[in-house]
């Protein structure tokens, strides 16, 4: 009973833990192939100046740098504290 | 301003033996050759050999990732198309980066949990040991030898370029170097190896950085300014290379879920305690690595604006001697010296990775569990895997003398192509999937290999740019847009058309120790116990 009881509160966490990281590997590509995709089809629009010696394109590259760090840090301060708390009350 | 770009070509002293970088290498290979010294005293079992006796701190780990990931490509390669082309290089800088999330969300902590020393301990774990096991070797073993040949052939024309020696001994050297870290160090002296070799790329890259943002008022716009002044504000706009969508999209797959798939860098979360320090480890590594991306922002377009893209293209048509003119501008001969000795330390630590990781596969997966059926004692274990460096070793330096002087650039996209098409769907999929079987893991990791070699054969990459045809019949420069899809919808459908349930049953304890860790003992999960 109690072993069963263990198996399903895992299955939460295991459920939540990939939910989040299915989330967020999706934000991942689609920020990158969105880029990707602005350089194929709209680089006219990436082009656009926006200072002098600043495009469109350049800050989003530097961008997509930027939310990688970002995003990595979201997962990481999720996992630290929601997901390694509810592992660690997973025996009680 | 072309008076003063026909005397830099004139004065370079590029390919001249150079005091500075003769001592800077000098003093990188006997700092290593001392660190191997001090860690081979403490390899004395596979444990050791293969993960560091898995005492490597998160912040060490992932110093040693960054290390391992950024290589001479990355670095030489980025920075001279930045300087040539502009905009179109940044595509790279952003697309080598944007793995390392997928890594974090993913990879890093099953794989930790799961396995001991190879990828392949994770797919094989509820599966059929020996087809798993020899699948997952030829997809690592494929991986690692297009990426070895890549470096070798890299290293023997930068070293001849930078220090004026023959093409033949820089490859001998490096084989030797590889050899002595890996054979005598194990992982512990490569990730020392890493670590030192990360520091001096990081080091010597934020120099040149600050060094080049100090003449434009230290503002990054101010640089890309000038250039668009000196060359038209197309620089700072997407241009010719990327003239093909499909291209571009089927590239940046095999960047993005080639970085989850290339053994070198898995087999690096093996070496910590736990999940948490893997988790710890990649986080740390994505802050390094992107600031290494965005300082090739700077590098390349200071390199543009100071030495000029003729300049660069008369030195070597590629443009891979940007940043070392860039440091012979900035800094005359010693700083031209440091960074060709950071260039050759860079591509050192990348080929003693990728040997440990090769030796790996031979020794844990193919001779220990496929050949041995895991009844090799310790002490044989850790002499197979000892030969196989030597062997690995060997191969490395024939093959970077057989392939001297051939159009090698597409190996490490190949490289990334097999790990994105056949050892991340095999991983994920035994990671997530409760269906997945022995024969759906090895049609995946054999058709995305055996896929991958095959259409790269028949891309425009090999067809027009290597073997001079007029036109190839596969469209694709890189074909992980096709290859990668063909590798997870072939191992789900053999999956389902040929279940396993004893196979699936195994996935409840796997997922119980893919979270909670090595309390879950290996003989409940394997359908085949295993000894340890």
């Known amino acids: ?92 | 301003m072309s008076s003063l770009l026909a005397a830099l070509q004139t004065t370079s002293r590029i390919g001249e033996p150079n005091a500075v970088a003769m001592g800077f290498f000098f003093l990188f290979i006997a700092t290593t050759l001392g660190i191997t010294f001090w860690a081979a005293r403490r390899t004395r079992t596979t444990e050791h050999f293969y993960a560091a006796g898995r005492t490597i701190s998160p912040g060490q780990n992932g110093v040693a990732l960054a290390g391992d990931y950024m290589s001479a490509a990355s670095f030489l390669g980025i920075a001279g198309l930045v300087s040539t082309t502009g905009f179109d290089g940044l595509i790279y800088s952003t697309g080598w980066l944007v793995g390392w999330p997928v890594v974090l969300f993913l990879i890093a902590e099953p794989l930790r949990n799961l396995g001991r020393y190879t990828f392949a301990d994770v797919v094989a774990i509820r599966l059929q040991q020996t087809p798993v096991r020899i699948a997952a070797a030829v997809g690592t073993l494929a991986t690692v030898s297009l990426y070895l040949i890549a470096q070798m052939v890299g290293a023997g024309g930068l070293i001849r370029l930078m220090f004026g020696i023959s093409y033949e001994a820089a490859i001998v050297i490096v084989g030797l170097a590889m050899i002595a870290y890996v054979l005598f160090g194990g992982m512990l002296a490569t990730t020392w190896v890493q670590i030192v070799k990360a520091v001096l790329l990081l080091g010597g890259a934020a120099l040149l950085t600050l060094l080049v943002l100090a003449r434009f008022g230290w503002s990054p716009v101010a640089l890309f300014s000038a250039a668009a002044e000196k060359y038209g504000q197309g620089v700072l706009a997407p241009g010719r290379l990327v003239s093909n969508p499909l291209d571009a999209i089927s590239l940046g797959l095999a960047l993005m879920f080639g970085t989850a798939g290339l053994p070198h860098i898995l087999m690096r979360f093996y070496t910590v305690p736990d999940a948490k320090a893997a988790r710890t480890s990649v986080f740390y590594a994505t802050g390094l690595i992107g600031a290494f991306y965005l300082m090739t922002f700077v590098l390349g377009f200071g390199a543009m604006v100071l030495v000029g893209p003729d300049a660069i293209r008369g030195v070597e048509p590629g443009g891979n001697m940007a940043a070392p003119l860039l440091a012979e501008f900035l800094g005359g001969t010693p700083l031209l010296g440091f960074i060709a000795a950071v260039a050759f330390a860079t591509i050192l630590a990348v080929v003693a990775g990728l040997t440990l990781s090769g030796a790996a596969a031979l020794s844990h997966d193919l001779w220990v569990s496929v050949v041995r059926r895991e009844k090799a004692d310790a002490t044989e274990q850790l002499r197979v895997a000892r030969v196989a460096t030597v062997g690995l070793g060997i191969l490395g330096v024939v093959l970077g003398i057989t392939f001297k002087g051939q159009n090698v650039a597409f190996m490490v996209g190949l490289a990334f192509a097999i790990a994105a098409s056949a050892n991340f769907p095999a991983l994920v999929l035994s990671i997530f999937w409760r269906r997945y079987t022995t024969a759906g893991a090895v049609t995946s990791m054999v058709l995305g290999t055996l896929s991958t070699l095959l259409l790269i054969y028949f891309s425009p990459t090999l067809q027009i740019d290597v073997l001079k045809h007029a036109e190839a019949w596969f469209p694709l420069r890189n074909p992980a847009l096709v290859t990668m899809p063909l590798s997870f919808l072939s191992g789900i459908l053999v999956s389902l058309l040929w279940p396993r349930p004893g196979e699936s049953a195994g996935f409840d304890a796997v997922s119980r120790r893919m979270h909670l860790g090595q309390e879950v003992q290996p003989s409940a999960i394997s359908p085949q116990p295993s000894v340890d």
């Open chain 1, 1 to 92: 009973m109690a072993e069963a009881g263990f198996a399903a509160r895992l299955a939460t966490v295991a459920e939540a833990r990939w939910r989040v990281a299915i989330a967020l590997t999706v934000a991942m590509i689609a920020l990158y192939f969105g880029f990707i995709l602005l350089i194929a089809y709209a680089p006219s629009l990436l082009a656009r100046r926006l200072l002098p010696g600043l495009s469109l394109g350049i800050l989003i590259g530097a961008l997509v740098i930027v939310a990688s760090w970002v995003l990595t840090w979201v997962y990481v301060r999720w996992a630290n504290t929601h997901y390694d708390e509810a592992l660690a009350k997973l025996g009680e």
